[in-house]
């Protein structure tokens, strides 16, 4: 009798490595669920600490979650281009900075943000015609006072809408980089949008969809430029969600059906209880003599 293999425990290290796979799997809005699971599975309490202070960060950031700040002046987008330190993130909205629990995904502290952490008064005109959940951040050229040289910003927005109680959750996230070249008078556009819906009802249904374009315009005054940008991230949000609302609106008539089993050309069932009506099994029937 062959001998039965042990199965062999696995180390901590693999157990925290597994542990940070599902929570940065984590649906939107739900890692707080998985990791209440996930602690309770490892049952140690320093192996999921390790875990989470590795996941949470580059979740929140990956998914652009927006913190309410602590004194409640607004909000703060948690991404890379705000992120001044592991856990300080410059809200340039409000002009402040604001210090964020990762794991508790809570704002702690708000502070004013210095002239160092900001851009020059120049490329403030251009960063400041934002609204809404949407933060403007100076990527590049920061210290630029004037006319004649290049500079970047990067546009992010981010917005989600939970509600695990009609077991549902999902998420908006785009980025748009928009590089200003003095030279050539050229703003260039180009942006990544990421949608995710999870739907968990009697069932488990993911949606996780990515998008990538780009664009131009010209090199103008301030409040045109900012016209003309909003205008092409507008359009080029609107033309993909309607893109992604008429693909699944016809899910039923054409994913879903050829998911399925294809009937003949004949639009009819073969049927197997009664082979014989067919020619060629009357003529192989004939030849092989079954039947006499």
Same mark, same amino acid.
């Given at each position: 009798?062959?001998?039965?293999? +042990?199965?062999?425990?696995?180390?901590?290290?693999?157990?925290? +490595?597994?542990?940070?796979?599902?929570?940065?799997?984590?649906?939107? %809005?739900?890692?707080?669920?998985?990791?209440?699971?996930?602690?309770?599975?490892?049952?140690?309490?320093?192996?999921?600490?390790?875990?989470?202070?590795?996941?949470?960060?580059?979740?929140?950031? #990956?998914?652009?979650?927006?913190?309410?700040?602590?004194?409640?002046?607004?909000?703060?987008?948690?991404?890379?281009?705000?992120?001044? +330190?592991?856990?300080?993130?410059?809200?340039?909205?409000?002009?402040?900075?604001?210090?964020?629990?990762?794991?508790?995904?809570?704002?702690?502290?708000?502070?004013?943000?210095?002239?160092?952490?900001?851009?020059?008064?120049?490329?403030?005109?251009?960063?400041?015609?934002?609204?809404?959940?949407?933060?403007?951040?100076?990527?590049?050229?920061?210290?630029?006072?004037?006319?004649?040289?290049?500079?970047?910003?990067?546009?992010?927005?981010?917005?989600?809408?939970?509600?695990?109680?009609?077991?549902?959750?999902?998420?908006?996230?785009?980025?748009?980089?928009?590089?200003?070249?003095?030279?050539?008078?050229?703003?260039?556009?180009? %942006?990544?949008?990421?949608?995710?819906? /999870?739907?968990?009802?009697? %069932?488990?249904?993911?949606?996780?969809?990515?998008?990538?374009?780009?664009?131009?315009?010209?090199?103008?005054?301030?409040?045109?430029?900012?016209?003309?940008?909003?205008?092409?991230?507008?359009? /080029?949000?609107?033309?993909?969600?309607?893109?992604?609302?008429?693909?699944?609106?016809?899910?039923?008539? #054409?994913?879903?059906?050829?998911?399925?089993?294809?009937?003949?050309?004949?639009?009819?069932?073969?049927?197997?209880?009664?082979?014989?009506?067919?020619?060629?099994?009357?003529?192989?029937?004939?030849?092989?003599?079954? %039947?006499?």
């Amino acid at each position: 009798m062959a001998e039965e293999e +042990e199965e062999s425990e696995l180390s901590d290290k693999q157990k925290v +490595e597994i542990a940070k796979w599902f929570l940065l799997n984590s649906p939107p %809005g739900e890692i707080q669920y998985v990791a209440k699971d996930v602690k309770s599975i490892l049952n140690n309490d320093d192996l999921y600490n390790e875990a989470a202070s590795e996941a949470f960060p580059f979740y929140n950031k #990956s998914h652009l979650i927006s913190l309410q700040m602590s004194d409640r002046s607004g909000d703060v987008l948690v991404t890379s281009f705000g992120e001044l +330190e592991g856990n300080v993130f410059l809200e340039p909205r409000t002009a402040q900075v604001a210090i964020v629990d990762h794991v508790k995904q809570v704002c702690t502290e708000v502070r004013p943000a210095t002239d160092e952490e900001l851009p020059s008064p120049y490329i403030e005109e251009f960063r400041s015609l934002s609204k809404g959940v949407c933060s403007v951040y100076c990527i590049s050229g920061k210290d630029v006072e004037g006319p004649g040289s290049d500079f970047e910003l990067a546009v992010v927005i981010s917005a989600a809408r939970h509600s695990p109680q009609n077991f549902c959750n999902g998420s908006w996230c785009s980025i748009w980089n928009i590089e200003f070249k003095d030279d050539q008078q050229t703003v260039e556009v180009k %942006g990544k949008m990421q949608v995710g819906a /999870h739907y968990f009802e009697e %069932g488990n249904v993911q949606l996780d969809a990515k998008h990538e374009c780009k664009d131009a315009t010209l090199f103008q005054a301030p409040e045109d430029c900012a016209l003309a940008i909003t205008s092409i991230i507008r359009h /080029h949000e609107t033309e993909y969600l309607a893109s992604l609302e008429a693909s699944y609106l016809n899910l039923p008539d #054409s994913t879903f059906k050829d998911l399925r089993r294809k009937l003949p050309v004949t639009r009819t069932l073969f049927p197997w209880h009664n082979t014989l009506q067919f020619s060629l099994t009357r003529d192989i029937s004939k030849e092989l003599g079954v %039947g006499k």
